[in-house]
């Protein structure tokens, strides 16, 4: 350990104060400006910041691996406060839970969804426009994930209020035990408790995700534990950062007037404005995982054992691999490679949903936005690992 | 190793050299070893690890051995036949017909099985299929990769080149695995849990790969590259040769040429395709396939998309063999 220490430089830094949370990109800049790997004194751990090393953690699950969990402790020393989801596995366990997932969601599943997710969509777009302002994530973004996605999942309207709690839970858990952490979990086993009971095989619509999930118990892929946790895992994972992930492409796009106008006159264009969006502001900026035996990263001795706290945010910004241009936002810029959903085996099985529902609101508010422009500051998220805004005052003219 | 095609393709050979058998030597029990040379004296032109060459073996008989000498050395090729009493008769007359100083016409080298780039490497090899492995090892070792070979076979006496490989390159990194000593090649547990950064190279009997292919998907896709030495259907046949795709809205035409990906090529000519994993692995890039058909490669598409076949993940799926060109709705 001792030669670790002077090998990276140790930075004090503490990523989860409410200042660093609030306007994360100076620190993420520090860090990368720091080196790829540097320690971090006040938890014990890496802090890992270039895109080529993120990328190389991310894709190399046998060095740094998943089962340790995504937060700070390894939960396999102690009991969790829930058994491991997917995200908290590796091979081969990690590879029948996914090959589950997806047999059900898939670029022909997803293909289907269009139809549904639309018109609640329009509804909530066309309501908006008859305004000259109002809040892009009260009234939208927080709007519309939750009206859709518990749906195409299948569970029962009764309790979908536990949901966000829920998955606020979920996430700030990867983060340490904080104060965040602890206001999260304030009426944990509630929460928990329903989630669990709507992710049971007779809680849920036949047509759903959840039911095609329970159906691969039948053919002997997954036991039924194991069904529950992916149902679970959808729940937590579908809707809190898809939220984010239309309040934050929103954020970015309501300080562009240019690049609105020209998403106006050619649509087709949104899905790479919502990529480009999602690379400057990942909803899913941090998570850790554990070093399984000693390994060299950007020039650092890792022991097995470590924890290393994996920035995607500042990855994402990485001017070695976007250019001195990496903090602004690009049209034409080819923003594949972004981490923000992840890479390799782990990466998010529901990305394609997540790009769907941004997607069909981002179009549907450009059919009937002529311009959009802030009107006033926007109130970040406290949260441990997610990136996101409470409000996104926004003022707009009809088209 | 013998690759069986269709009868297009065994007649049209192309750039057809002729060569002198300058050494028959048996390597193993039916199995015999062919050095060839150019007729003129000349040395051959370079290939890659995973190459095979057409073989003329009579009047409308042409086969395909995979090159197991040294890229480095084209003084020589070198094939490897195991003599197999199939209906076609080939090997038959490769063991009867080419003693040494015959004369015989040869294609050049030509690569369906390519040596990805890759950190580490997994070869496994089953009886005869060790051929195309051999010259992938001598790369893999040259360029300081981390791998290793799991050759498997009925018996010590039927494996070619396993006393050599074991003398040149240690028993560490080779497991030679001879089944009336040992049993069957323990697939299981040897490709159990995924590697990262691994890539697994087979070659072999047509029930050993549909085992490998089936122990390896859990494996990031990408990861397994097999070459059939009596192929159904050659799967990998046309594949890796290059193709066309026609771009209809931008009215583009591009070459995929082999080693590069139809996203690659279609982005270097401007068109703009979402993707994200590069690997086959999310999704993102699927694109809709006006005509062409598709080799898919991926780990997402269901097998009703694949029925279809008017969408691929243009990151890793290519033309299918026979295809020349793939219209795509970009």
């Given at each position: 350990?001792?030669?670790?220490?002077?090998?990276?430089?140790?930075?004090?830094?503490?990523?989860?104060?409410?200042?660093?949370?609030?306007?994360?990109?100076?620190?993420?800049?520090?860090?990368?400006?720091?080196?790829?790997?540097?320690?971090?004194?006040?938890?014990?751990?890496?802090?890992?910041?270039?895109?080529?090393?993120?990328?190389?953690?991310?894709?190399?699950?046998?060095?740094?691996?998943?089962?340790?969990?995504?937060?700070?402790?390894?939960?396999?020393?102690?009991?969790?406060?829930?058994?491991?989801?997917?995200?908290?596995?590796?091979?081969?366990?990690?590879?029948?839970?996914?090959?589950?997932?997806?047999?059900?969601?898939?670029?022909?599943?997803?293909?289907?969804?269009?139809?549904?997710?639309?018109?609640?969509?329009?509804?909530?777009?066309?309501?908006?426009?008859?305004?000259?302002?109002?809040?892009?994530?009260?009234?939208?973004?927080?709007?519309?994930?939750?009206?859709?996605?518990?749906?195409?999942?299948?569970?029962?309207?009764?309790?979908?209020?536990?949901?966000?709690?829920?998955?606020?839970?979920?996430?700030?858990?990867?983060?340490?035990?904080?104060?965040?952490?602890?206001?999260?979990?304030?009426?944990?086993?509630?929460?928990?408790?329903?989630?669990?009971?709507?992710?049971?095989?007779?809680?849920?619509?036949?047509?759903?995700?959840?039911?095609?999930?329970?159906?691969?118990?039948?053919?002997?892929?997954?036991?039924?534990?194991?069904?529950?946790?992916?149902?679970?895992?959808?729940?937590?994972?579908?809707?809190?950062?898809?939220?984010?992930?239309?309040?934050?492409?929103?954020?970015?796009?309501?300080?562009?007037?240019?690049?609105?106008?020209?998403?106006?006159?050619?649509?087709?264009?949104?899905?790479?404005?919502?990529?480009?969006?999602?690379?400057?502001?990942?909803?899913?900026?941090?998570?850790?995982?554990?070093?399984?035996?000693?390994?060299?990263?950007?020039?650092?001795?890792?022991?097995?054992?470590?924890?290393?706290?994996?920035?995607?945010?500042?990855?994402?910004?990485?001017?070695?691999?976007?250019?001195?241009?990496?903090?602004?936002?690009?049209?034409?810029?080819?923003?594949?490679?972004?981490?923000?959903?992840?890479?390799?085996?782990?990466?998010?099985?529901?990305?394609?949903?997540?790009?769907?529902?941004?997607?069909?609101?981002?179009?549907?508010?450009?059919?009937?936005?002529?311009?959009?422009?802030?009107?006033?500051?926007?109130?970040?998220?406290?949260?441990?690992?997610?990136?996101?805004?409470?409000?996104?005052?926004?003022?707009?003219?009809?088209? | 190793?013998?690759?069986?095609?269709?009868?297009?393709?065994?007649?049209?050979?192309?750039?057809?050299?002729?060569?002198?058998?300058?050494?028959?030597?048996?390597?193993?029990?039916?199995?015999?070893?062919?050095?060839?040379?150019?007729?003129?004296?000349?040395?051959?032109?370079?290939?890659?690890?995973?190459?095979?060459?057409?073989?003329?073996?009579?009047?409308?008989?042409?086969?395909?051995?995979?090159?197991?000498?040294?890229?480095?050395?084209?003084?020589?090729?070198?094939?490897?036949?195991?003599?197999?009493?199939?209906?076609?008769?080939?090997?038959?007359?490769?063991?009867?017909?080419?003693?040494?100083?015959?004369?015989?016409?040869?294609?050049?080298?030509?690569?369906?099985?390519?040596?990805?780039?890759?950190?580490?490497?997994?070869?496994?090899?089953?009886?005869?299929?060790?051929?195309?492995?051999?010259?992938?090892i001598?790369?893999?070792e040259?360029?300081?990769?981390?791998?290793r070979l799991?050759?498997?076979?009925?018996?010590?006496?039927?494996?070619?080149?396993?006393?050599?490989l074991v003398e040149t390159y240690g028993a560490e990194r080779l497991t030679?695995?001879?089944?009336?000593?040992?049993?069957?090649?323990?697939?299981?547990?040897?490709?159990?849990?995924?590697?990262?950064?691994?890539?697994?190279?087979?070659?072999?009997?047509?029930?050993?790969?549909?085992?490998?292919?089936?122990?390896?998907?859990?494996?990031?896709?990408?990861?397994?590259?097999?070459?059939?030495?009596?192929?159904?259907?050659?799967?990998?046949?046309?594949?890796?040769?290059?193709?066309?795709?026609?771009?209809?809205?931008?009215?583009?035409?591009?070459?995929?040429?082999?080693?590069?990906?139809?996203?690659?090529?279609?982005?270097?000519?401007?068109?703009?395709?979402?993707?994200?994993?590069?690997?086959?692995?999310?999704?993102?890039?699927?694109?809709?396939?006006?005509?062409?058909?598709?080799?898919?490669?991926?780990?997402?598409?269901?097998?009703?998309?694949?029925?279809?076949?008017?969408?691929?993940?243009?990151?890793?799926?290519?033309?299918?063999?026979?295809?020349?060109?793939?219209?795509?709705?970009?």
């Amino acid at each position: 350990m001792t030669k670790t220490m002077i090998d990276a430089m140790v930075l004090d830094d503490d990523p989860f104060s409410i200042e660093n949370i609030q306007d994360p990109h100076p620190l993420l800049a520090r860090l990368r400006d720091a080196g790829s790997v540097t320690w971090l004194s006040k938890y014990n751990c890496f802090a890992v910041a270039g895109h080529e090393e993120v990328y190389e953690i991310l894709t190399d699950f046998e060095t740094y691996c998943s089962s340790g969990g995504l937060g700070p402790h390894d939960i396999r020393e102690d009991e969790g406060w829930r058994p491991p989801s997917i995200l908290e596995s590796d091979p081969p366990t990690h590879t029948v839970m996914r090959r589950a997932l997806t047999g059900v969601i898939n670029p022909g599943t997803v293909r289907s969804l269009r139809g549904p997710f639309t018109p609640p969509a329009a509804e909530i777009t066309s309501a908006l426009a008859r305004l000259d302002r109002f809040d892009a994530v009260t009234d939208l973004a927080e709007q519309y994930p939750i009206r859709v996605f518990p749906d195409a999942v299948g569970i029962p309207q009764e309790g979908r209020e536990h949901l966000l709690p829920y998955g606020n839970m979920v996430f700030n858990a990867f983060g340490p035990k904080n104060a965040i952490l602890e206001e999260a979990f304030a009426e944990g086993e509630a929460h928990a408790e329903v989630v669990m009971r709507a992710c049971e095989r007779e809680s849920l619509d036949a047509d759903g995700f959840g039911a095609k999930i329970w159906d691969r118990v039948e053919d002997g892929l997954i036991s039924v534990q194991q069904a529950t946790l992916l149902v679970r895992a959808l729940l937590s994972a579908g809707i809190d950062t898809t939220i984010f992930g239309i309040g934050n492409t929103l954020s970015v796009l309501a300080r562009l007037p240019e690049v609105w106008a020209q998403l106006r006159e050619t649509p087709s264009l949104a899905k790479f404005a919502i990529d480009e969006a999602l690379r400057l502001e990942s909803p899913f900026q941090k998570y850790h995982r554990t070093v399984t035996v000693d390994t060299v990263l950007g020039g650092v001795h890792l022991p097995a054992g470590a924890k290393v706290l994996v920035f995607i945010g500042a990855a994402n910004r990485d001017p070695r691999r976007w250019g001195d241009d990496a903090d602004e936002f690009r049209l034409d810029r080819n923003s594949s490679g972004h981490l923000a959903f992840g890479m390799g085996l782990h990466q998010c099985v529901g990305q394609p949903i997540a790009r769907l529902e941004i997607e069909i609101v981002l179009q549907q508010l450009l059919e009937r936005v002529l311009t959009i422009e802030p009107a006033g500051e926007p109130v970040p998220l406290v949260h441990n690992v997610l990136r996101g805004f409470t409000s996104l005052p926004v003022a707009i003219r009809a088209a | 190793m013998t690759i069986e095609t269709g009868p297009a393709e065994a007649s049209g050979t192309t750039g057809a050299i002729d060569a002198i058998v300058d050494r028959v030597e048996t390597v193993a029990d039916r199995v015999v070893s062919l050095v060839l040379r150019r007729a003129d004296g000349e040395p051959f032109h370079g290939w890659d690890p995973g190459s095979h060459i057409d073989v003329h073996v009579g009047d409308d008989i042409v086969r395909q051995y995979s090159l197991c000498s040294s890229p480095s050395d084209l003084s020589h090729l070198r094939i490897a036949v195991l003599y197999t009493p199939d209906s076609r008769g080939g090997s038959r007359r490769v063991h009867e017909a080419l003693v040494e100083g015959a004369p015989v016409t040869i294609s050049e080298p030509r690569n369906n099985f390519p040596l990805l780039d890759s950190r580490k490497y997994l070869f496994i090899a089953g009886g005869i299929g060790i051929t195309p492995i051999i010259p992938m090892i001598e790369a893999a070792e040259r360029d300081g990769r981390d791998w290793r070979l799991i050759y498997g076979g009925r018996s010590r006496s039927t494996m070619a080149f396993a006393r050599q490989l074991v003398e040149t390159y240690g028993a560490e990194r080779l497991t030679v695995a001879a089944e009336d000593e040992s049993g069957r090649l323990d697939l299981a547990s040897l490709l159990a849990l995924p590697r990262a950064h691994m890539l697994v190279y087979a070659c072999g009997p047509a029930g050993m790969l549909a085992a490998i292919e089936e122990f390896c998907m859990g494996w990031p896709p990408g990861a397994l590259h097999t070459e059939r030495f009596v192929a159904a259907a050659l799967d990998a046949g046309g594949s890796t040769e290059p193709f066309e795709v026609e771009l209809v809205r931008s009215g583009t035409t591009v070459t995929v040429e082999v080693g590069t990906t139809v996203l690659e090529a279609v982005e270097a000519v401007g068109a703009r395709v979402l993707s994200s994993c590069r690997t086959g692995l999310c999704g993102t890039c699927e694109t809709r396939v006006v005509s062409g058909d598709i080799e898919h490669r991926d780990a997402v598409l269901t097998e009703a998309d694949r029925d279809a076949g008017d969408v691929m993940l243009v990151c890793v799926s290519r033309a299918a063999a026979g295809c020349p060109r793939l219209v795509l709705d970009l």
